[in-house]
């Protein structure tokens, strides 16, 4: 092999290497994906047959195109293997339903609603609240509780968080 024919060939590598890292490095921010954690998880019995979770997240929107929650549900996973569907409570009863239930505590950021936006590069906090048709002492023994929210382009996140 000539010395020139060595050249061009590591020439076209570099350019190659570089249309990919150029590639890569602009369409980083165009994949929509949401980021986040549950500060804190709060539950409670309602009565004999219900009980109440209300978990406070933090959601992270790093790409450069805009969340709107299109859907959210929240599931149970019980010690048995089995799952518990979440009920939403509606932003306009979570005031009534904390203050009927002060051992819930206080409400410290707003409800996660459908229509909510998660701005490209920016953090929200917010709270859900969800009642489940299980006695307390199954929400209190469970394995995890699921957070799901869905983007109106079909953009799924998923949480998982343990009860305790």
Known sequence: MSKQFLIGIGAGLVVIAVSIFLVFSTTKGA???????????????????????LLDVRLENPSNILFVVREVTVKLDLKDGSTADGIMVPRMNVKQMLEYNKFLGAQYNDILTIQDKVPAHQ??????????AVPFHDLDSAKAIRLNIEDLDGAMFSLSQPVK
Do not use: Q, W, Y
């Not at 953090?123 to 489940?132: N, Y």
């Open 123 to 132: 953090t929200i906090d917010r709270m859900i609240a969800v009642t489940f």
């Open 31 to 53: 994949h929509l994906e949401l980021k986040g954690k549950a500060l804190k998880v709060r539950t409670g019995e309602l009565d004999e047959k219900s009980c109440a979770a």
